[in-house]
């Protein structure tokens, strides 16, 4: 099966750079993913990486080494409406989810 | 057009009643997905059909679980003898295509009480 472990909750300032990290245990996948889900609302997608090393989109970048099983999702730039819960997954057809970070940022 | 729709959005119960969840997926999307999230916690998978076809009903919880796809599009997901541990937010997606790199696009999810 897929497992994934993430930190429960970051706390930051406004303007601020925060990292999550996602370390996993799977049996095989295609890629890892990130999303991004406001309080009552829709997971929203961020970010995908199919191979070794960052992408890149605007103020968030991905990363993901295979090697280690290891990913994490950069955040910079933080603003307000980045306070949320964030979510990194396994893909390999469906989506495996780890328990999920919440983020506040403070002013 | 639009983004996935699901209705209704909340919905209150009470034990061993059964419900019917429905998800209207992105037009031309032929992937869909059901998820189950229960308060605090990660998106748990449930069922995927591709078409009309489910070929991983691997996360459905038991036998009172189902779910059906028609025409390509709309899905149903019905809980039989709800229970108290089935109360959670049940969210759909939607992707163009069978592919595994994918986006999933989640529509804002029915929350279930039992009561």
């Known amino acids: 099966g897929q497992s994934l472990e993430q930190p429960s909750e970051v706390t930051a300032v406004e303007g601020a750079i925060v990292q999550i990290n996602c370390t996993y245990q799977?049996?095989?996948?295609?890629?890892l993913s990130w999303y991004q889900q406001h309080d009552g609302g829709a997971p929203t997608f961020l970010s995908y990486?199919?191979?070794?090393g960052l992408e890149e989109t605007g103020r968030f970048s991905s990363f993901l080494s295979r090697s280690d099983s290891y990913g994490y999702l950069l955040l910079q730039e933080l603003q307000m409406k980045d306070s949320a819960s964030y979510f990194c997954?396994?893909?390999?057809?469906?989506?495996?989810f780890g328990a999920g970070t919440t983020v506040t940022v403070r002013a | 057009g639009a983004g996935v729709s699901q209705s209704p959005s909340n919905k209150v119960t009470e034990k061993g009643k059964d419900v019917e969840l429905r998800c209207d997926p992105i037009?031309?999307?032929?992937?869909l997905y059901w998820y189950r999230q229960s308060l605090g916690q990660g998106l748990e998978f449930l069922i995927y059909f591709q078409g009309n076809s489910a070929p991983d009903k691997s996360g459905l919880p038991s036998d009172r679980f189902s779910a059906e796809r028609t025409g390509g599009s709309v899905s149903t997901l019905t809980i039989q003898r709800t229970q108290q541990e089935d109360s959670a937010v049940y969210l759909c997606?939607?992707?163009?295509?069978?592919?595994?790199?994918?986006?999933?696009?989640f529509g804002p999810g029915t929350r279930l009480t039992v009561l």
């Open positions: 997606a939607s992707s163009p295509r069978d592919s595994f790199t994918d986006t999933q696009y």
């Open positions: 037009s031309g999307h032929t992937a």
């Open positions: 799977t049996s095989g996948f295609y890629g």
């Open positions: 997954a396994l893909n390999d057809y469906k989506l495996s």
């Open positions: 990486n199919a191979l070794d």
